[in-house]
């Protein structure tokens, strides 16, 4: 009778090498990591024109970072919708570490400015680094009888809604660092808004507009040369670029805080090995030569430090201008 067991036949060892290369290829696939990230060019889109204050920062930026990481790093202007095309790019881009945001003041606001985003600011991304803060000036023209923060609010308080600030469009840190001295100052100004900070400054310069709580970088030179007054900083603190000027708080608003700031994302579910690499590049990046001369010029802060540091640093902003934006019944066009 003959016997019902099968008979086993020992692999060959092209088999087992084939298995065992299927299972690596297969861990890797599970993981999404790299051994060798990088191992291609990385893209930081910038959901501004290029020529800005934000381009100008994700350029340095990526310069340093390319020298470390050994890889192209790449800008890709992506302006429009108040950030929201470019920043939905990523969104909607492979989580592998290779497209990244520069991501500004608007990741922040634009959840309470615009209901129907079509990503979830908090969901739709990864941190990478809190790559550095900034401030704005409060600066008029020189031939206004504003010398002080206390001079601006006496005529707003004495006239309500004579005086106009400008800004570089709704919701960016020029319109609502306004609104936020208006709310904690309680005083009266008109908003008038521009596209972009030029036409806003050229105003500015020539009267028709009286205030302004613009970037560091837009008005330095026109107040070096003595073409606008600055009054203070929006900064928590002084800033060694202004040391001189106060901040806003110590001019006469308490509680008074309006920063900028820069911080890099990857889009959610993205390797944490890569953003680890990442976190550790732009940590060595905004200690080089290179990007302390940014500082002088952009009036920066580097920081740099962990992602959660970028999360908790986002969350809190969105927080604080989201009650403003309400009370003040800001909407976009």
Request: glycine fraction near 8%; aromatic fraction near 6%.
């Amino acid at each position: 009778m003959r016997s019902s067991r099968t008979r086993y036949v020992s692999p060959t060892a092209s088999v087992v090498a084939a298995l065992l290369t299927s299972l690596a290829v297969l861990s890797t696939a599970m993981t999404g990591a790299r051994a060798d990230y990088p191992d291609r060019t990385i893209k930081i889109v910038v959901p501004f024109a290029p020529g800005g204050g934000t381009d100008l920062v994700a350029r340095r930026l990526a310069d340093e970072m390319a020298k470390d990481l050994g890889q192209t790093v790449i800008i890709e202007n992506r302006p429009g919708g108040g950030t929201i095309i470019g920043t939905g790019a990523v969104a909607n881009s492979a989580p592998d570490g290779y497209t990244l945001l520069m991501a500004t003041f608007a990741h922040a606001v634009n959840p309470s400015l615009n209901a129907n985003l079509p990503f979830d600011t908090f969901k739709a991304f990864a941190p990478v680094a809190l790559v550095a803060r900034s401030f704005n000036i409060l600066v008029t023209h020189p031939k206004l009888p504003f010398r002080s923060v206390a001079d601006l609010i006496a005529v707003a308080k004495a006239e309500p809604g004579k005086l106009n600030f400008g800004s570089f469009g709704i919701g960016t840190s020029a319109h609502l660092a306004g609104e936020l001295f208006k709310n904690l100052a309680k005083v009266g100004m008109t908003h008038v808004t521009y596209r972009g900070s030029a036409p806003a400054i050229t105003d500015l310069l020539g009267g028709q507009i009286q205030v302004m709580f613009t970037t560091a970088a837009s008005v330095s030179g026109h107040i070096q040369g003595g073409q606008l007054r600055a009054l203070a900083v929006t900064s928590a603190e002084r800033s060694p670029v202004y040391p001189a000027l106060p901040t806003v708080a110590e001019a006469g608003v308490p509680g008074y805080v309006a920063e900028s700031w820069y911080g890099l994302y990857a889009p959610a579910g993205t390797p944490a090995d890569a953003i680890e690499r990442l976190n550790k590049s732009v940590a060595k990046a905004v200690l080089s030569d290179a990007f302390k001369k940014l500082q002088e010029i952009e009036g920066l802060t580097p920081v740099a430090g962990p992602p959660a540091e970028l999360d908790r640093y986002v969350r809190a902003e969105a927080e604080r201008w989201r009650n403003l934006i309400r009370d003040a019944k800001i909407k976009t066009e």
